[in-house]
């Protein structure tokens, strides 16, 4: 069954960097758009960004535009979220997903990983 792994979180200080990768299985990846969202404690899982097939077009929510970059690498089968500037309120749990359709929400997206833990301190 095809399925994402995501990678790459960890424990850093407000201000700092770090990169997350999420590798797909399946040889189809680069017929689909790519997505990571974010769940923090008590919250509803949350959009972060998308790219599209070939890499372009990208978007962004407005709380992490400017300071995220998504990317792909379709040879790798591998999505990465280059995060600069962490704030604490970053803290999550991040997911990347297979995107069904263009879309922000959730519901559009399948092959979620178990996610990758972003903690960062004030």
């Known amino acids: 069954q095809e399925h994402a792994v995501e990678s790459g979180g960890g424990l850093v200080q407000a201000g700092g960097s770090l990169r997350l990768s999420c590798v797909a299985s399946?040889?189809?990846?680069?017929?689909?758009?790519m997505g990571w969202f974010r769940q923090a404690p008590g919250k509803e899982r949350e959009f972060v960004a998308r790219?599209?097939?070939?890499?372009?077009?990208?978007s962004y929510s407005s709380s992490v535009r400017g300071r995220f970059t998504i990317s792909r690498d379709n040879a790798k089968n591998t999505v990465y979220l280059q995060m600069n500037s962490l704030k604490p309120e970053d803290t999550a749990v991040y997911y990347c997903?297979?995107?069904?359709?263009?879309?922000?929400?959730?519901?559009?997206?399948?092959?979620w990983g178990q996610g990758t833990e972003v903690t960062v301190s004030s």
């Open positions: 997903g297979r995107g069904l359709v263009w879309s922000t929400r959730d519901t559009g997206y399948d092959y």
């Open positions: 399946g040889n189809a990846f680069s017929t689909y758009a």
């Open positions: 790219i599209d097939r070939s890499g372009a077009p990208t």
